[in-house]
C-alpha cells in the first residue's frame, strides 16, 4: 500500500466513524470534538497527506 493509499483509508475511516458515546448534557459529538494527531516518519507523512 502507499502512502496515498492509508491517507485514504485514515480519511474514510473519519469521515464514517460512528459515535458511540450517548448524547449527555455538556459532551460533545464526534464531530465537534478537535483531533490532534502526534505523528512521526512515515505516519507524518499520511497525515499531511489527508
Same mark, same amino acid.
Given at each position: 500500500?502507499?502512502?496515498?493509499?492509508?491517507?485514504?483509508?485514515?480519511?474514510?475511516?473519519?469521515?464514517?466513524?460512528?459515535?458511540?458515546?450517548?448524547?449527555?448534557? +455538556?459532551? *460533545?459529538?464526534?464531530? @465537534?470534538?478537535?483531533?490532534?494527531?502526534?505523528?512521526?516518519?512515515? +505516519?507524518? *507523512?499520511?497525515?499531511? @497527506?489527508?
Amino acid at each position: 500500500m502507499s502512502i496515498l493509499d492509508f491517507a485514504k483509508d485514515l480519511l474514510y475511516d473519519l469521515k464514517y466513524a460512528q459515535d458511540e458515546s450517548a448524547p449527555e448534557p +455538556g459532551n *460533545l459529538r464526534m464531530s @465537534e470534538r478537535p483531533i490532534i494527531f502526534l505523528v512521526h516518519s512515515m +505516519g507524518g *507523512l499520511i497525515v499531511k @497527506e489527508v
